[in-house]
């Protein structure tokens, strides 16, 4: 039983970025909050748990030993990782661990705190990416894993409804976070003939991100979120972006792929 009253929210990926932003300012309006990621999320008031997503039960311990003491209103899924290479040369290490931390993280945290929400109902965000719906240059596999993610949010949608839990992929554009100089970039030498494209793409990726949106007005789209009685299945993060997104889905495939390609100077 809480004591405090307090709602409780575990954020899982709160250490920076989206997930930091999110941490402050649940905490800041009154939430108790658990970050679960491999480094601290730098604020004293969080309650955090160290765990690697990429690693085993590792979350899914975690979660479930947050659950078992509080009721938890909220999940939110906020980890990800980023790498920039051509399709030919990426190594099957990358790419298995890009899609754990991206998506298979996300299902293991979801499973683990579905059985603790069902009772009472609760929250689920998956930070996404637009990237999902619009393919990344040379960032394939983080597209195809944000696209994933958004059908496992469709699909538990409707799964979890009948229980009171509220599902919704969060889709944000170009956000100015660190996340654009964690990036993995391979090298000219692994890129071989692609390099030079390669760079091209990472440069224009690196300043669409940087001159984006602010990961604290994110947040406060995800705080609005929890609060909603009726959240959106889907919501994509700023004006600019919710016209990209509704271009993908009017106007020819090899038009909007032509429109993406320039972005990345293709």
């Avoid at 509080?70 to 661990?97: C, N, Q, T, W």
């Avoid at 931390?101 to 996300?106: D, K, L, T």
């Avoid at 972006?241 to 106007?251: A, D, F, G, P, T």
Wanted: aromatic fraction near 8%; proline fraction near 4%; glycine fraction near 8%.
């Amino acid at each position: 039983m809480d004591k405090t009253n307090k709602k409780t929210a575990i954020v899982v990926g709160g250490s920076s970025g989206i997930g930091c932003e999110t941490c402050l300012r649940l905490y800041n309006r009154g939430w108790h909050v658990v970050n679960i990621s491999r480094t601290p999320c730098k604020n004293s008031n969080i309650v955090n748990i160290a765990a690697d997503v990429a690693a085993g039960n590792s979350v899914a311990d975690a979660i479930k030993s947050v659950c078992e003491k509080r009721r938890i209103h909220a999940l939110v899924y906020s980890a990800g990782f980023s790498m920039a290479a051509p399709i030919e040369h990426a190594k099957e290490s990358d790419y298995r661990y890009l899609f754990d931390v991206n998506f298979f993280g996300a299902l293991q945290s979801m499973q683990a705190v579905i059985p603790y929400m069902k009772e009472k109902g609760g929250s689920i965000i998956l930070v996404g990416s637009l990237g999902g719906d619009l393919p990344i240059c040379f960032d394939s596999f983080y597209s195809a894993s944000k696209a994933a993610l958004e059908m496992l949010c469709r699909s538990a949608y409707s799964e979890l409804k009948p229980y009171g839990i509220k599902v919704t992929g969060l889709l944000p554009g170009g956000t100015a976070t660190n996340f654009t100089f964690k990036r993995k970039v391979y090298s000219d030498d692994d890129n071989k003939a692609y390099s030079h494209s390669v760079n091209r793409a990472v440069a224009a990726l690196a300043d669409m991100e940087q001159s984006g949106m602010k990961p604290a007005d994110v947040a406060e789209i995800i705080y609005g979120l929890l609060l909603s009685d009726r959240p959106p299945v889907i919501r994509t993060c700023g004006k600019k972006n919710n016209v990209y997104r509704y271009m993908s889905r009017v106007l020819p495939e090899k038009m909007t792929l032509k429109i993406n390609d320039r972005m990345y100077h293709q």
